[in-house]
């Protein structure tokens, strides 16, 4: 199962595989830069991905197999 692009939002944390959390930090040209941690045992967030290798927006949502939750629109 997989999130729609349109979910997909800078502040939002998101379920992954392997019951991985994934928060989004920065959405920059179609990429996604993602913290991530272990959802069972709640430890610091941090870097899901090299940072000069971003992961596409398309594939991110792909890998998300849930919204834990989004931030607010003001």
């Known amino acids: 199962m997989s999130i729609p692009q349109s ?3 800078v502040g939002g944390i998101y379920s992954a595989g392997n019951n991985q959390h994934r928060k989004v930090v920065a959405i920059e ?3 996604v830069h993602w913290d991530s941690r272990g ?22 949502g792909e890998d ?3 919204v ?7």
Do not use: E
Request: aromatic residues 8%; charged residues 15%.
């Open 68 to 74: 834990i939750s989004l931030p607010s629109r003001l």
């Open 39 to 60: 959802g069972n045992v709640q430890n610091d967030w941090a870097p899901g991905h090299p940072k000069s290798s971003p992961t596409p927006l398309a594939k991110f």
């Open 29 to 31: 040209n179609g990429y």
């Open 64 to 66: 998300c197999t849930g």
């Open 7 to 9: 979910d997909v939002r």
